[in-house]
């Protein structure tokens, strides 16, 4: 078994959370994180864009979703428990899909906000 998946006890992966991902929780044995989105278009997005970085990671979550939200569940089924694994995914899944380039200025200015015609993400 790597380094990476060796199951931590739950207080590293509370811990490490709270400091790293605090929109992130361990419930039920799972690490979770809920993404509201604005529409549809948005919740597939949202899909295809952990769809990719699970597969390029080689590490992939499980997801449910509805017309609003995706709810992302991490879990490493080989090690029976939170692995290195699933909060590094967790934290590239946050570093992506949380990305709000109008906030850090530059010349991406990020979806129009106030135009449902544009929404994406509801932003924590």
Do not use: C
Not at 19 to 42: C, H, I, M
Not at 60 to 81: C, F, I, M
Not at 105 to 111: M, N, R, V
Request: net charge negative; glycine share 8%.
């Amino acid at each position: 078994m790597s380094e990476g998946e060796k199951p931590l006890a739950e207080a590293e992966v509370t811990t490490w959370l709270a400091e790293n991902l605090p929109q992130w929780k361990l419930e039920d044995g799972w690490v979770r994180r809920t993404y509201k989105t604005t529409s549809w278009k948005s919740t597939l997005m949202v899909i295809n864009t952990v769809g990719h970085l699970a597969e390029a990671a080689w590490h992939h979550p499980d997801l449910t979703a509805s017309y609003a939200w995706v709810e992302v569940r991490l879990q490493t089924h080989s090690a029976k428990g939170i692995t290195m694994k699933d909060l590094e995914l967790a934290r590239k899944i946050e570093d992506v899909v949380g990305w709000q380039p109008g906030t850090e200025g530059g010349a991406l200015e990020g979806t129009p906000q106030g135009d449902l015609r544009f929404s994406y993400l509801k932003y924590d």
